[in-house]
């Protein structure tokens, strides 16, 4: 999208309507908490798992490699997953004007929380602040030893996997290393869990932006904020389960609608 639309906002006069109805609930709003799934960052060139392009939807064997027992079991699973790692499009990419517009939320409205699926790190590079964030599936920045729990920087462990290391195992204990993400068969850390969860229960607006709101217990936040009441804003690609629950719902690219909200607030 270019720049001169980005600051504009623009979008087809129908829609800005309901946009500009959807902007004076978050300008009265006290608490408000966003909901982000890979949707987001497609326009960063990251591709999502379930949308119309996405990894999983063009191979569902794909979905396997993020299932823990398969990596711990194989290490040729392992070998392809650091692989993937070291040439993944993450360490290229930069936040786009949806990032931008979600960051700019947080200085014009009253955010309480911005809870992200996501695990590449651009709320932060847009400038959201870390400590309004959780990440809930983790990150990919950071490498977590499976055996002594030992954390450090990826790029140290992508270093020794560039220099020929097929499986770099933990330096502290030899354990098995991973990125510090939440895979399949894996526990959510309870009490980033447990903080999205609460904030859900006590916002007045939640916002579900580009997820598929498939994944749980992360699709089950915009039920509990519905729930206690607050307005349901879903902005979406493709329409959602949860559409039939949402006060409002909107359907398009993000990179183009949130400039537009946001702007309107
Ligand atoms: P998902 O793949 O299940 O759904 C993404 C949704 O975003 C789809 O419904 C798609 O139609 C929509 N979408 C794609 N591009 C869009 C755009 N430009 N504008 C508006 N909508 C758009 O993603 P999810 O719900 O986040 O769940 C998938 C899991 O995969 C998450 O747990 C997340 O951790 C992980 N994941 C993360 C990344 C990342 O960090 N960028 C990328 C892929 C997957």
């Known amino acids: 999208m270019p720049a001169d639309a980005e600051r504009a906002g623009t ?147 992508l270093a020794r996997v560039a220099a020929g290391e097929d499986d770099p195992a933990c330096l502290r204990c030899g354990g098995i290393l991973k990125s510090a993400t939440i895979s399949f068969g894996e526990s959510l850390v309870a009490a980033d869990l447990e903080r999205a969860q609460q904030a859900a229960a006590r916002s007045d607006c939640f916002l579900a932006l580009g997820t598929s709101l498939g994944v749980y217990p992360a699709a089950a936040l915009p039920e509990i904020a519905a729930a206690a009441g607050a307005r349901l804003v879903i902005v979406n690609g493709e329409p959602t389960p949860l559409d039939p629950l949402a006060d409002a719902v909107l359907h398009g690219r993000l990179g183009e609608l949130l400039p537009a909200l946001v702007a309107a607030v």
Request: charge should be positive.
């Open 11 to 157: 979008v087809a006069p129908e829609v800005a309507e309901r946009v500009a109805g959807i902007a004076a609930w978050l300008r009265r709003a006290r608490r408000i908490v966003v909901l982000t799934g890979a949707g987001i960052s497609t326009e960063s060139g990251i591709p999502d798992f379930r949308g119309p392009n996405g990894v999983w939807t063009r191979n569902p064997e794909a979905e396997k490699t993020a299932t823990l027992s398969h990596y711990l079991a194989d290490p040729e699973v392992r070998r392809r997953a650091w692989q993937h790692r070291l040439h993944s499009e993450v360490w290229r990419a930069r936040p786009n004007a949806g990032h931008r517009a979600v960051a700019e939320l947080e200085r014009r409205a009253c955010l309480e929380l911005l809870v992200t699926q996501n695990i590449d790190g651009l709320h932060q590079a847009a400038g959201s602040s870390p400590e309004r964030i959780v990440e809930i599936h983790g990150t990919v920045h950071e490498v977590r030893c499976l055996s002594c729990d030992f954390r450090g920087p990826m790029a140290e462990t």
